[in-house]
């Protein structure tokens, strides 16, 4: 079963603000949605970001989804130092009815 | 709102483990309920669905046949029976619940499959 692409590593300046991408095809990204969740080892994922690219109260207006064709993105304005997490994205997969993870970016905040 | 995973441990190769998740704080019998894994130094995993009545069940193409995910809506519980266990079952298991994404985890329970 092939995931979601993600680049595994992304680094960006503290106040910096930083674009994760997320690439699938047109039965996952391009037509369900696509949910952004970030992750500190230790702790449960937490997210983000939901497939209609709403943000679930409590969660910073520095973090916003988009969708273009079949990649999605994930922007992080401001950048924190508490940013520095791993990110997720997740999506249903229509034809193969699983759901599907990208590999994970790995956000650096220097 | 919480949920609580128990029932990880350590067995052996080849043999099976039940896992379950006590929902609190929400009614638990109107949502699709997931698994998600993450292996040591990998990235996370999906394993399972199961609908909010327990009407339709997907899972993951390596757990296929292998696993099957259950719920007990009057005891506000969910389960993942785990047979013919590999050492890449290795994890931390995660139960979620689904609006819209994942939107509540648990704290996960550790999973070992090893001699």
């Known amino acids: 079963q092939a995931g979601l692409t993600q680049p595994p590593s992304v680094s960006k300046d503290l106040r910096q603000t930083a674009t994760l991408t997320c690439t699938g095809n047109?039965?996952?990204?391009?037509?369900?949605?696509t949910a952004w969740l970030q992750h500190h080892q230790g702790h449960p994922p937490k997210l983000l970001s939901d497939?209609?690219?709403k943000r679930p109260s409590g969660i910073s207006e520095r973090f916003s989804a988009s969708t273009s064709g079949n990649t999605a993105s994930l922007t992080i304005t401001g950048l924190q130092a508490e940013d520095e997490a791993d990110y997720y994205c997740s999506a249903w997969d229509s034809s193969l009815n699983i759901w599907v993870f990208g590999g994970g970016t790995k956000l650096t905040v220097l | 709102v919480q949920l609580v995973e128990s029932g990880g441990g350590v067995v052996q190769p080849g043999r099976s483990l039940i896992l379950s998740c006590a929902a609190s704080?929400?009614?638990?019998?109107?949502?699709?309920m997931h698994w998600v894994r993450q292996a040591p130094g990998k990235g996370l995993e999906w394993v399972a669905v199961i609908s909010y009545n327990g009407g339709f069940k997907y899972y993951a193409d390596s757990m296929k046949g292998r696993f099957t995910i259950s719920r007990d809506n009057s005891e506000n519980t969910l389960y993942l029976q785990m047979n013919s266990l590999r050492a890449e079952d290795t994890a931390l298991y995660y139960c979620?619940?689904?609006?819209?994404?994942?939107?509540?985890w648990g704290l996960g329970t550790m999973v070992t499959v090893s001699s």
């Open positions: 497939r209609n690219n």
């Open positions: 979620a619940r689904e609006l819209s994404a994942f939107d509540i």
């Open positions: 047109s039965n996952n990204v391009g037509n369900q949605g």
């Open positions: 704080g929400f009614t638990f019998r109107s949502y699709n």
